[in-house]
């Protein structure tokens, strides 16, 4: 599609010109290009140009934020007589810069600076590599290319690869002090009063075809990711009530999840905490580990599903006592436990609609079995080799096997005494408790927090590109899985903050833009005009709008 220009001669001997809006066509019959007009704009002397301009600056809206702020930025520049030397995207570091310096990063990231000298700023380069995990994850050399070119970062004005590795290793040299920084950074934000902190760990794969030596990194184990193929490493993270992630770890990737206890209780020890419950699930449970949980003062949390359970477990679902209501969905009934010598408070936990889940999942699982074992009943070669593998296939199944009981004739039949055992955990799991202080509601909602951890491992490995980790060297890897774990830091702390998701937030604060421009006369950057959706984003996280126009120095002659 463009504009023709076609003219015509007068009986004057002038010309007269007029514009179309036109397009290239195939004619059907002789299969040649010939141009179809779309619309007249008419004598090119008599046009309106501004409303040339408003459709120009309609079409616009279509495009990416960066190429509609050019198109803007030209037409106005046409009339201004103005250069426009680059426009770049905005509104997404800028409001991640006002979390970072909220958090109090730059100032901490300062101090350790301090008696360091870099060619480069570091705490803008830590910042900018923060930045683009959370706006548009790239590898390092991306980033080179990112930053200046299609964003822009304050008081980086462009970074060099080998920076970005320098900075990462500063990063991982002083990774206990911001991450103590952070902690009170966040307590102090939000204003904690009780130090609830979440605990789960997860797995990221790397795309190698050996895993390390002993002692080393990257090794084969239990994958999260169904990815048991791949060397991998085990991360760790510590998030708050609210979801926000205040302490990472990283270990070898055969790492059992419960060895991992002592490492975070020593790590958080010199954080002069006054009080901490830890929620955990039960692959953190056992008297040791819940003991090693416990040690200087603190509390436990643990979660178990009854299906998954041992028979220990299910005493507590015939002690007496009532289920009672706490919310629409959460019922709850409280016992007093023993394991071993070890005396806790124990809450069976109903919830109405995952019974009435799992009850429809058991009668679809039943009737595709009873379909399967009338089969095998009725095969002619009961006891050939095929039908042996048939049977020994169903009673290994993960869904039908718990379900199938086999006669000593060889007939197979549903094991409706395990049907009814299995009824009876509907909708129900289990938690133990040291604490003796917290209410049962509160051990009920806290351990359904535990979900944040899980939500941010999820934000980790998707919006912020944990995995494949591409690697090579272990303090590189280490300090990969800091830039993300501080990414998920400001995405989580604008999340709670604002309410809206940080999808929703990115969105919208992605088609802001700051366009550079220069005349005869000077420079200036100019911000695109906020819409209410973006004001809305800015108001809700308690930060100021950027300055629309900022006058630069001039530009260097040899630009």
Known sequence: M???????ARKDGTRVRYLQLAHKVRDPHTGRPTDKVLYHFGREDRLDKEQLKRLAISLSRFLAPSDRAEVQGRLFAAEEELEIEKSMAFGGSFVL???????????????LLADRAFEADVERVLFALVANRALDPRSKLGVERWVGRKVHIEGLAEVQAHT???????????????????????????????????????????????????????????????RGDLPQAVIGLAVTRDGIPVRCWVWPGNTADASTVDQVQKDLAGWRLSRVVWVVDRGFGGQAQEIAF???????????KLRSSTGALHPALSRPGRFRVIREDLEIKEVVTHEGSLKRRTIVVRNPREARHDLKVRENILATLSTEIERLNTHTAR???????????????????????????????????????DEALDGKYVIFTSDQTLSAEDV??????????EAGFRTLKTQLELRPIHHRL?????????????????IR?????????????????????????????????????????????????????????RKLAPKPQNQ
Not at 386 to 408: F, N
Not at 474 to 490: D, F, G, N, S, Y
């Open 2 to 8: 463009y504009i023709r220009q076609i003219s015509q």
């Open 97 to 111: 810069d006002g979390l970072w310096r909220r958090l109090e990063l730059d100032r901490t990231l300062g101090k």
């Open 164 to 226: 970005l590795y320098r900075a990462m290793d500063f990063l991982l040299e002083h990774a206990e002090e911001l991450q103590r920084t952070v902690f009170f950074s966040v307590a102090n934000l939000f204003n904690l009063e009780v130090d609830l902190i979440f605990f789960d760990t997860t797995s990221t794969y790397f795309e190698l075809d050996e895993a390390d030596g002993e002692g080393e990194l990257r090794r084969y184990g239990y994958s999260r990711d169904k």
């Open 294 to 304: 416990q040690r200087g003062g603190g509390q436990v949390i643990v979660g178990e």
């Open 383 to 421: 006891k050939g080799a095929a039908h042996s593998k048939a049977v020994c296939a169903l009673k290994s199944h993960s869904a039908y096997g718990r379900y199938v009981k086999e006669l000593k004739g060889g007939k197979l039949v549903v094991d409706t005494t395990k049907v009814k055992a």
């Open 444 to 453: 009920v909602l806290g351990y359904k927090q535990l979900a944040e951890v």
């Open 474 to 490: 272990e303090e590189r890897i280490r300090a990969h899985v800091l830039l993300c774990w501080l990414a998920l830091l400001l």
């Open 493 to 549: 702390v604008a999340e709670t903050k604002s309410g809206l998701t940080w999808g929703a937030m990115r969105e919208a604060l992605e088609e802001i833009t700051l366009t550079r421009l220069s005349t005869k006369d000077g420079r200036s950057e100019i911000v695109s005009l906020l819409t209410d959706a973006q004001r809305n984003v800015l108001k809700k996280l308690g930060i100021k709008p950027p300055v629309a126009v």
